[in-house]
């Protein structure tokens, strides 16, 4: 069965950390783009950022609102993507998604389309 899954998020106080994971299976990262998403009751879906295809931790795009802040990373053993988050902000409440692309995709920006597949993503919460 191919599916994503997200795990990791919860409350934080304003300017603390969280690590997301978005775990695959079924099929492989390297041969795919994962992007991360976010959204907000009443508000669209917002692209994050996205990673490429391939063995490496380059071709990386972030939103402009979360450059510096925000890291995703891979690590093909586990077949899980990661999105640590840093400096949180009240703003950055929202339920996240990661969402895969396959055909070995090259991000272009940081709005991954035409995805294949879609997590049911997980709740960060910054609040004091």
């Known amino acids: 069965q191919l599916q994503l899954v997200e795990s990791g998020g919860g409350l934080v106080q304003p300017g603390g950390s969280l690590r997301l994971s978005c775990a695959a299976s079924?099929?492989?990262?390297?041969?795919?783009?994962i992007g991360w998403f976010r959204q907000t009751p009443g508000k669209e879906r917002e692209g994050v950022g996205c990673?490429?295809?391939?063995?490496?931790?380059?071709?990386?795009f972030y939103a402009d609102s979360v450059q510096g802040r925000f890291t995703i990373s891979k690590d093909d053993a586990k077949n899980t993507v990661y999105l640590q988050m840093n400096s949180l902000k009240a703003e950055d409440t929202a339920v996240y998604y990661c969402?895969?692309?396959?055909?070995?995709?090259?991000?272009?920006?940081?709005?991954?389309?035409?995805?294949?597949?879609w997590g049911k993503g997980t709740l960060v919460t910054v609040s004091s």
């Open positions: 969402a895969a692309r396959s055909g070995y995709y090259y991000c272009s920006g940081y709005q991954l389309s035409g995805m294949d597949y």
């Open positions: 079924g099929f492989t990262l390297d041969s795919h783009a």
């Open positions: 990673i490429s295809s391939g063995h490496d931790n380059g071709n990386i």
